[in-house]
């Protein structure tokens, strides 16, 4: 975890000493070919795992909730915050 938190704070200083340079215009494509491959080797790594497979209906039931319940708190929550703002 402390090299994640140290990932992230050294690519937050590095983005506020580039911030208006060419560079940063090629970050977007970058980042989206990151979560892709990201992504991509998670899939893997699930997909080798008997355990995950054969556990898939209850996590799979159990992701969904989750999802549902994630996605009613953040909009219960922006409510408040986006009063008066078109979307």
């Given at each position: 975890?402390?090299q ?7 690519g937050?200083?590095?983005g506020?000493?580039?911030?208006g340079?060419l ?11 990151g ?17 995950v497979?054969s ?13 549902v319940?994630?996605?009613t708190?953040?909009?219960m929550?922006s ?9």
């Amino acid at each position: 975890m402390q090299q994640i938190l140290i990932a992230l704070g050294m690519g937050a200083l590095i983005g506020r000493f580039l911030r208006g340079k060419l560079v940063l215009k090629h970050v977007n494509k970058a980042t989206v070919t990151g979560v892709a491959g990201l992504l991509f080797v998670m899939g893997a790594q699930i997909g080798s795992d008997p355990d995950v497979l054969s556990n898939l209906p209850l996590l799979g039931y159990r992701a969904t909730v989750f999802a549902v319940l994630s996605i009613t708190g953040a909009v219960m929550l922006s409510l408040p915050l986006g009063k008066g703002q078109a979307l």
